[in-house]
């Protein structure tokens, strides 16, 4: 097994996933059009609904924000983004949106009933510190949703196409931007131990088909981080062109990183 490389100094959204680059947002509503109506049914589950004041962080494109408003019947959803050119969009009644770096030392736009993240802090550095940092935002007997990808390419999956570009996008990221999805596992006690309680986890592995929402979803990602990866070593321009001809083919056969939410409730009571 290789060390894992020293995380990256560069940031989401400047070398890779760039917003600005064609097609940026289709890329993130493949990974919405996957997972949106399973992150809508958990935080309906936990309660989100009329009289809610949510925030979203890193909210990309706002479909989940936009679902807790036309679908859920929360009051209110500030969307935040350090880059809100899709958000600004499409504007809904009870949609707010702010243009933040959430990991800045002074973000601190309020206290909210529902705090949620998807697909966001697997990017940042100092998941701890900005686990405890959201956990501040939500009020007392508010919750805290917290969703990020699952590697399932572990060292036991056979070398195919598609594992052999996983594991090179995986560390490309790192590389690049500091993308850690290793510690994603360990979400639960983290939020335990940021003082929240009722805490809980699932997971969710879409099925890769052909064609897929998600399938597309991680053929416009690889093309997208294509140099990351060739800087790793572990693959050239024909391995990446043969994983995506892979994914197409009907004969992939593997499982897709998949989404992990976890979510804990911060004690009624506590300030
Ligand atoms: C993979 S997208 C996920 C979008 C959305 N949450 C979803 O699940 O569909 C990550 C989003 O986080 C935003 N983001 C990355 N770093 C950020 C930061 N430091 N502060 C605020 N937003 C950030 C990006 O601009 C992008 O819109």
Redesign the pocket.
Known sequence: MTAAPDPGSG???EAV?R?GQAGEGER?DY??LV?DDLTLARLRALGAGPGWRCL??????G??SRRLLEEAGVSSVLA????VRFLATRPVRGLEVLE????APDFAPGRFRLVH????LM??PERERLIARLADLVEPGGVLVLGDAVDLTSDRAPETPYTVVMRAMWEGLRAAIGTDVSWVPSYPSLLHDAGLTDVAAEIHVPPLEPGSPISRFWADTWRRSRQPMLATGRVDDAAVDAALAHLDSGTCAALSAGLLTAWGRKPAGEG
């Open positions: 940031r989401y959204g996933f917003p993130i990974g919405a997972y979203d962080v890193g909210a990309g494109t479909t989940v935040v983004d350090r880059d933040a770096d959430v990991t993240a998807r697909f966001v990017h940042l």
